[in-house]
């Protein structure tokens, strides 16, 4: 198979000067369609339907955790309400603020192994699917290649 048989096709993605409400509730309903499978991440798009950059959940993560306290001793720290006041200040971010800018894609024919190589290596959970002219076409999530590998191993025991 190929990463064109697998890919979800566009259909929610940000802007670069979108908040990031807009990319909760496209998250939030995104999640509640059955077939993505739990999405964690979108496509950004320019103006003129360049993918730029991808929005995911452990970017918005990492905005909201410190650098400083990667370095830090916390056996003696306490977490009580830092969740929510670190995520305070990030309130007021773009999504071009926070996007990976560096985006690992698949050709849509691709083999699936290729993409599934691309996740592990690089350790991102979706790839977006390009055309043969570099046009952004769709992304391929982590959860449905997980599904194509337990619908063999199911399969293969029949």
Known sequence: MKARSLMVPIQSF?????????????IRNARGCEETHGVRS???????????????MKDI???????YLYETDLSLFTWDGMLE????R??????????????????????LME???HMLKFQI?????IDHD??????LYESDLFFAVTNTLLGAGS
């Not at 990030?90 to 083999?111: A, Y």
């Not at 959970?125 to 699917?129: A, K, L, N, Q, Y």
């Open 61 to 67: 993560l990492k905005a909201a955790y410190p650098p």
């Open 125 to 129: 959970s979706t790839i977006p699917v």
């Open 115 to 117: 993409c599934v190589d």
């Open 90 to 111: 990030i309130l007021d971010k773009k999504v071009s603020d926070l996007m990976t800018r560096t985006v690992v894609s698949v050709k849509e024919d691709h083999p």
């Open 134 to 139: 570099g046009k952004f076409i769709g992304m």
């Open 85 to 88: 006041s670190m995520t305070k």
């Open 14 to 26: 940000l802007r670069p000067d979108d908040g990031l409400k807009e990319f909760v509730e496209a």
């Open 42 to 56: 979108l496509p950004v798009i320019d103006a003129s339907g360049n993918l730029v950059g991808v929005l995911s």
